[in-house]
């Protein structure tokens, strides 16, 4: 046990989990389990007001990858990486505007549901199963190792001897009422999740900014953080910069950056489906427009801890080289922010702080598993075991078991895996690659497929197929290519090959499951046009101060 941390963070830690968990527990048993249909388990009964979709979709989305990850790499190349938050505020009115009504007008569970309504059943399946992969290879992999790395540097020695039950006990937090309740126990519970990892990350930063301080104070902390790292605080890194090929400057903000946020925030089951659960199109346009505003405010509490860690890290103070250099002397990212709460955080705030750390983790762990187990159950074992198993037995299958059985088995899977990605670098750049591997692929035939008429299942298929070998080959290329760019490239490639296919195989003026649209389906209500005006204004201001 780190002896920084006291009996009385232990308490508030404590007290942190069992709220949550009962929180959790009362809300799904609100409605008895064999009284749950499909809906009500899977999108929480289409119930959410756009407040909790907003604060819910945050929750989901900031996690130990952003805690620990961004500001690791915060630390590796300075304030360039919140660009990804600052340009996620936009892509969620984008997708507000433009991609929520096509959703709600087909009446959709999942993201591959839709792709089965525009293309195929077996495309479907196919993205159903890459998704799975995704959620559980990756995502959920990398949040319980980020995660567990936190709490063994927190509370233990930070040698690594916490690492493996902190993997399992976070994934037992989340599993307790994330697998009986559903979405509806997911969503209500992020409400006190978000608000406590905000205040949490507020009060990492201004401690932190306090000990960077040459006299302790806050204004201070800021101008010595300009002045030893002032170089570090641009949104738009130079060519020459080491981490250009992370964040490759103004390119990113017209290629590569559009592809993972529109992928991420319009077409990834575990965001999308908390709008996919509002009472209405226009709550779920609103609670969009919520969290946008929200993400303004992440990069002030993920990635400038980073910076200040990396300020200490220069400057030699507080045993900051020592914490934050492996054993064979390469540079340890991602421990800078659990360094930081291990260190400067006084008692009782400390476990806090941890609290909100853990929300963070769980409650995305939370989201992922309940969107992973709605995609087997909806959209492979609905169509394809659901019926044999009424013919064989006589008996109606309990969908709702399925997904409370299948994400018990997703996360064991992936608390198995975890404890392997010791070795990674910066995790949320790993993150970010890997996933863009075949996410330009899937943009590229959701963009077509809302919009354009004439794509068609061949098309589509042949394009996804292809962007793998595609990616694969920008990415080993002799010459060293950004992997953002590699993806705006890949995107642009797969579009291009779906049009060429489409247009060889259309046998009509437009394919027959082209989706219809017209101007009307994409008016918005006042208070979203007040919303989105006000976001690309601060946007302006932010860009134009860190340039």
């Known amino acids: 046990m780190n002896p920084a941390f006291h009996t009385i963070d232990i308490i508030i830690f404590a007290a942190y989990l069992l709220l949550i968990v009962g929180l959790g527990i009362w809300i799904s048993h609100r409605k008895k389990n064999r009284d749950k249909t499909a809906e009500d388990y899977f999108l929480a009964g289409k119930s959410l007001p756009w407040w909790t979709i907003g604060a819910s979709l945050i929750a989901a989305n900031i996690s130990a ?46 993201i591959p549901q839709f792709v089965e309504q525009r293309y195929s059943r077996n495309l479907k399946t196919i993205l159903a199963v890459f998704w799975l992969g995704l959620f559980i290879f990756v995502n959920l ?31 037992l937090i989340a599993a307790l009422y994330s697998i009986t309740g559903g979405l509806s126990s997911v969503a209500w519970t992020d409400i006190l999740q978000v608000v406590l990892l905000v205040v949490g990350g507020l009060i990492t930063t201004v401690v932190a900014l306090h000990y960077v301080s040459p006299d302790g104070t806050i204004g201070s902390g800021i101008r010595h953080l300009s002045d030893a790292a002032g170089d570090r605080l ?19 903000l017209i290629g590569g950056l559009w592809v993972a946020n529109l992928y991420y925030w319009g077409f990834n089951q575990y965001i999308i489906q908390r709008a996919f659960a509002a009472k ?10 919520f969290a ?40 340890n990212n991602d421990n800078a922010y659990p360094w930081l709460i291990s260190t ?35 959209d492979i074992f609905k169509p394809y075991f659901a019926p044999k198993v009424k013919e064989k037995t006589g008996k109606e299958v309990r969908l709702v078991s399925v997904g409370q059985i299948s994400a018990g088995v997703f996360l064991i899977i992936a608390c198995l895996i975890a404890p392997m990605l010791g070795s990674v670098g910066q995790m949320f750049q790993y993150i970010q690659e890997y996933t863009g591997l075949v996410s330009p692929g899937i943009l590229a035939l959701f963009l ?53 296919v489409s247009l060889s195989t ?12 017209v101007a009307s389906m994409f008016k918005t209500q006042r208070d979203f046009h007040i919303a989105a005006y006000v976001i690309c204004l601060l946007l302006v201001v932010i860009y134009a101060v860190f340039w």
């Not at 990850?69 to 938050?85: N, P, Q, R």
């Not at 063994?152 to 994934?171: C, E, M, R, V």
């Not at 890290?313 to 540079?331: D, H, I, N």
């Not at 259309?506 to 649209?517: A, F, K, S, T, Y």
């Open 506 to 517: 259309c046998e009509g003026e437009d394919d027959v499951r082209g989706i219809p649209l």
């Open 344 to 378: 400067f955080i006084p008692t009782g705030l400390k476990g806090l702080v941890l609290a909100a750390l853990a929300a963070a983790i769980v409650s995305s762990l939370a989201s992922m598993l309940n969107s992973a187990s709605t995609i087997f159950t909806m």
């Open 65 to 110: 990858e952003q805690f620990i990850g961004m500001s690791g790499s915060g630390f590796a190349g300075g304030f360039a990486v919140a660009s990804y938050e600052f340009m996620a505020a936009l892509t969620l009115i984008i997708v507000a505007k433009y991609f929520m009504p096509v959703f709600v007008k087909q009446g959709i569970y999942t």
């Open 292 to 331: 946008a505003f929200l993400k303004l405010i992440i990069p002030f509490i993920v990635v400038i801890p980073g910076i200040i860690a990396y300020v200490m890290y220069t400057e030699g103070s507080f045993g900051a080289v020592e914490a934050l250099t492996k054993a064979g002397g390469a540079l």
């Open 141 to 171: 992999t990398s949040v319980l190792f980020l995660g567990a790395k936190a709490i063994d540097t927190i509370i233990g020695t930070g040698d690594g001897s916490l690492i493996l039950p902190a993997i399992f006990g976070l994934g």
């Open 280 to 289: 209405s199109l226009q709550e779920a346009q609103k609670g969009l427009a």
């Open 234 to 252: 641009h949104l738009i890194l130079p060519k020459d910069n080491p981490e250009y090929h992370n964040m490759p400057g103004i390119v990113m």
């Open 448 to 500: 077509l497929g809302l919009f354009w008429k004439k794509t068609t299942n061949k098309g589509a298929i042949a394009g996804v197929v292809l962007s793998i070998p595609i990616a694969l080959a920008l990415k080993f290329m002799p010459i060293e290519m950004p992997f953002l760019d590699q993806m705006f490239y890949t995107c642009l490639l797969t579009m291009a090959i779906i049009v060429m």
